[in-house]
């Protein structure tokens, strides 16, 4: 089966940069368009960035400037680069899968991070 798996969340101050991964197994990767989500307390899930196979790159306006979508395809992995985090970047960050076909969207188990000092 599918599986993604996420990782890189942490504590880590305001101000602070962290770095997500989150690999992919038992797709065709290069076929999916992969993104980032995440979910505060309380909230909403909310797309954070997403990515196509040949990099057109989508950004919440919450994150333009300060977060960076990427992904390396011979590794099955995308990134995201979080940089100038504040406090209300808190939130457990889910990777997720998109393919051609509506059955074809898959989920990370999640990853916590938490800004604060």
């Known amino acids: 089966q599918v599986q993604l798996v996420e990782s890189g969340g942490d504590l880590v101050q305001p101000g602070g940069s962290l770095r997500l991964s989150c690999a992919a197994s038992?797709?065709?990767?290069?076929?999916?368009?992969m993104g980032w989500y995440r979910q505060a307390p309380g909230k909403q899930r909310e797309l954070v960035a997403d990515i196509t196979s040949g990099s057109s790159i989508n950004y919440a306006d919450s994150v333009k400037g300060r977060f960076t979508i990427s992904r390396d395809n011979a590794k099955n992995t995308v990134y995201l680069q979080m940089n100038s985090l504040k406090p209300e970047d808190t939130a457990v960050y889910y990777c997720n899968a998109r393919g051609p076909r509506r059955v074809d969207n898959y989920w990370g188990q999640g990853t916590q991070v938490t800004v604060s000092s």
């Open positions: 038992r797709i065709i990767f290069s076929m999916y368009i």
